[in-house]
């Protein structure tokens, strides 16, 4: 990948390659200016449109999963979509060691001392 490249270009150019090697798989290069309609889009803008359809997906896709985990999550129940706006009200609490809990009995349980150990 270039610097002068974006992402979306980049992920974009991989899918064209593919789209490209699998409808040329048993004949020579296919025509880029073919038309299957006289006035409609040319084999080179279809492949194209596919493959900016593909990138969009792809880069979505890795947007969703930075999202997520960047997601404060409640430490004690796994609870998710935590509100970090201080003073808004909500029962989520920041621990001082980072980690979250959704609400007060989350927050009891992962403060609270671990019991002692049976003799
Ligand atoms: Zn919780």
Same mark, same amino acid.
């Given at each position: ?22 409808? %040329? ?14 006035? @409609? ?35 004690? !129940?796994?609870?998710? @979509?935590?509100?970090?706006?201080? @003073?808004?009200?909500? %029962?989520?609490?920041?621990? %001082? ?8 009995? !989350? ?13």
């Amino acid at each position: 990948m270039t610097d002068q490249m974006s992402l979306r270009d980049y992920f974009a150019a991989r899918f064209a390659a593919a789209l490209m090697t699998a409808t %040329s798989a048993d004949s020579d290069l296919p025509n880029l200016d073919y038309r299957r309609e006289a006035g @409609g889009p040319t084999l080179a803008e279809r492949v194209a449109a596919i493959a900016y359809r593909l990138a969009d997906a792809m880069l979505l896709a890795r947007e969703d999963r930075a999202a997520l985990a960047s997601a404060p999550q409640c430490c004690m !129940c796994g609870k998710t @979509g935590l509100s970090t706006v201080e @003073g808004d009200g909500g %029962s989520e609490c920041q621990l %001082s060691d980072g980690r979250w809990t959704c609400s007060f009995e !989350c927050w009891e349980r992962a403060t609270e001392p671990a019991p002692p150990s049976p003799p």
